[in-house]
């Protein structure tokens, strides 16, 4: 028998390895399972509302479908790769995914409870699929995805909180108003232009098209000695255009001061002595 084994070809014994390697996995983890089930005591399945799994070793884990009613998941400081063995636990309210190796969440988008996802410290490298996977999950409130190399994208925080809104507290940093308004001049170009033709009483142009070519003025000579302040922002922009929007934003602000004509006192107030003889107010309104 050992000889016909040593006849056969290279690449199926690889996969036969690899078949047992992956049966080994699933055998260490179906044993931790059991093993937290008789520690909370749990008999019924109905019954496991919670599963501490964490720093286990663990490459792979069995289907948890049968734990219809799980709704907070440890799994963190393992050896996971993907999130395939949860995609039907559809309970699941808080999932600890964090200092695994998970390159790929798909399937994750079905986890339409879920509102606590930490994913910190993983191998996910594509911002855009992992967004676009997360956008379904409309009640997820607490996201983790630094220490990821997707961060490395240089608006990857503004980019995320643009494509989910609901998000509320972000790598453990409260998502502001003003991170708010940045990600829609910088990702929402046509919004940010409507909202300025307002601030500006119409005077904007609303028919402009953020695609159309920018209109380059010539360039001028900058003296040798001449120095930039500190107060001058000296962000990069790969896109010309959100250079643009993000310096509109922040031109000096309008201020209109008026006469509050509801405290002025009528002439007939006045000879009636209906209302107090207090100095008319002023209303200042500021545009941007």
């Given at each position: ?37 008789k520690i ?214 309008m201020a209109?001061?008026?006469l509050n ?28």
């Amino acid at each position: 028998m050992t000889g016909d084994l040593e006849h056969l070809p290279c690449a199926f014994q690889h996969t036969t390895s690899q078949a047992k390697a992956a049966d080994t996995a699933l055998e260490i983890s179906r044993r931790a399972v059991e093993d937290q089930l008789k520690i909370s005591g749990h008999k019924k399945d109905a019954d496991v509302f919670e599963l501490f799994l964490s720093q286990k070793e663990l490459t792979e884990v069995i289907d948890l479908s049968r734990f219809k009613k799980l709704k907070y998941l440890w799994l963190h400081h393992n050896k996971l790769h993907g999130i395939t063995f949860i995609t039907r636990n559809y309970c699941l309210a808080e999932l600890y995914l964090n200092n695994n190796a998970i390159f790929d969440i798909q399937g994750l988008h079905s986890l339409h409870s879920l509102h606590i996802l930490l994913l910190h410290h993983n191998e996910l490298t594509n911002i855009e699929a992992t967004v676009k996977e997360l956008k379904r999950m409309l009640n997820l409130k607490t996201l983790s995805l630094y220490q990821n190399p997707l961060c490395q994208y240089n608006l990857y925080r503004l980019y995320t909180i643009y494509h989910l809104p609901g998000v509320e507290l972000l790598d453990g940093n409260q998502v502001t108003e003003k991170e708010r308004r940045s990600m829609i001049t910088i990702f929402n170009h046509k919004k940010s232009h409507i909202v300025q033709s307002i601030a500006f009483g119409g005077k904007v142009d609303t028919s402009w098209n953020p695609r159309s070519p920018l209109k380059q003025k010539p360039a001028q000579r900058v003296p040798s000695d001449f120095a930039f302040a500190n107060n001058v922002d000296k962000t990069m922009f790969d896109d010309p255009e959100d250079a643009v929007f993000v310096r509109s934003m922040k031109r000096s602000a309008m201020a209109i001061t008026y006469l509050n004509w509801d405290t002025v006192p009528t002439r007939e107030e006045k000879y009636l002595e209906e209302k107090d003889t207090e100095p008319a107010q002023m209303l200042t309104v500021t545009l941007r």
